[in-house]
């Protein structure tokens, strides 16, 4: 195996979206250990229901993450929240983002669809 020079690297590119750090190859075309990780479930354990404002110019965006769930499912399970708070939301690196504050709504959902969640931050 040879060793790759340090101006072998990429850096930064626009056309190739996120870099896999291990591979070195855009998120797509990944084939380390890492992309295959995202298809299989996460281990399951408490899900944490929290809320950030830190780089969103003080609005609040409540976050869901530790579930279990595959790339797909997790899409689906966001889209029935957003539509449950009747908010904007997307899911990032396995975290659903949800725009505004609706940690307690959220959290009784949660518990109704079997989801052991705990509220985090404070």
């Given at each position: 195996m040879s060793r790759r020079s340090p101006q072998d690297r990429?850096?930064?590119?626009?056309?190739g979206g996120r870099v896999c750090p291990a591979c070195a190859q855009p998120q797509s075309r990944c084939r380390c250990a890492r992309?295959?990780?995202?298809?299989?479930?996460r281990p399951s354990g408490n899900v944490r229901v929290g809320r950030a404002s830190k780089g969103r110019k003080g609005k609040p965006v409540t976050t869901v993450?530790?579930?279990?769930?595959?790339?797909n499912e997790l899409a689906e399970l966001a889209s029935e929240l957003k539509r449950l708070c009747g908010s904007?939301?997307?899911?990032?690196?396995?975290?659903?983002?949800?725009?505004?504050?609706?940690?307690?709504?959220?959290l009784e959902?949660?518990?109704?669809?079997?989801?052991?969640?705990?509220r985090s931050g404070g």
């Open positions: 990429v850096v930064y590119s626009s056309d992309s295959t990780d995202r298809e299989t479930p993450s530790g579930l279990p769930l595959r790339d904007g939301g997307t899911v990032r690196e396995g975290t659903i983002e949800i725009q505004g504050e609706h940690r307690d709504k959220l959902e949660l518990a109704k669809r079997g989801f052991r969640a705990k």
